[in-house]
């Protein structure tokens, strides 16, 4: 119950498409569903999050999409770029801390 | 700028030798974690601490131990190190409460247990 299950694995995106990284979870006391992103020889950063009373929530290229009922909840990159490239991990906060998905490693290819 | 720092980037030990892994923030938060990222595995959670001198274990708490004796500082502590712990170390901090919001992570420690 206390995972967040994260796919793909990896993902190619040619430039100018649109990533879909999907991410689902059991536990209903998560409250808080951040996505980071990591960059090589980095440590994550925070990138977008979103509260589970909002269906949506977008900043620039960057859309998460919650589906409550579903226990699932999305990244969608508009317009992805080659300096989009990097691992992006989904994460749920529970009472002290953040639960990570495993990561998907994004290419973009010029 | 917020910073967590890692006293290490790169550090190399032999086999049974008690390793210190050091992390220090600058912005007075109340937690602090210590995070363990392997590939396809992604981060797991190894301890944390709420509060000074508090502990908790994370999932994969094994064979580590963790020191919090002043609020900026958190320390883990690999008893006897082995070969499984070769792995990257990921500190973070985060304020507490609804206000956790995000974990500020430091570049990481390689570790390399030979």
């Known amino acids: 119950q206390q995972q967040v299950k994260q796919s793909p694995q990896s993902l190619i995106v040619q430039k100018g498409g649109i990533s879909i990284i999907n991410c689902a979870y059991e536990?209903?006391?998560?409250?808080?569903f951040p996505w980071y992103q990591q960059f090589p020889g980095k440590g994550p950063a925070l990138l977008i999050a979103i509260r589970p009373d909002v269906s949506e929530k977008k900043e620039g290229r960057f859309t998460i999409s919650f589906n409550k009922s579903a226990k699932q909840f999305s990244l969608h990159i508009m317009d992805s770029q080659p300096g989009d490239s990097a691992t992006y991990f989904c994460a749920a906060r529970t009472s002290f801390s953040f639960i990570f998905g495993k990561g998907t490693r994004l290419l973009v290819k010029p | 700028d917020v910073k967590v720092t890692q006293s290490s980037r790169y550090l190399v030990k032999r086999t049974g030798e008690k390793v210190f892994l050091e992390c220090v923030q600058d912005?007075?938060?109340?937690?602090m974690f210590w995070y363990r990222q392997d590939p396809g595995l992604g981060l797991r959670l190894i301890y944390f601490s709420y509060d000074v001198k508090m502990k908790e274990k994370g999932d994969i708490p094994e064979g580590y131990s963790v020191s919090r004796e002043k609020k900026e500082r958190f320390s883990l502590i690999l008893e006897s190190a082995s070969t499984n712990q070769t792995s990257m170390y990921l500190c973070a901090s985060s304020l507490s409460g609804d206000m956790n919001t995000e974990a500020f992570f430091g570049q990481g420690t390689r570790l390399t247990v030979v």
């Open positions: 912005m007075d938060h109340e937690n």
């Open positions: 536990n209903t006391a998560f409250d808080y």
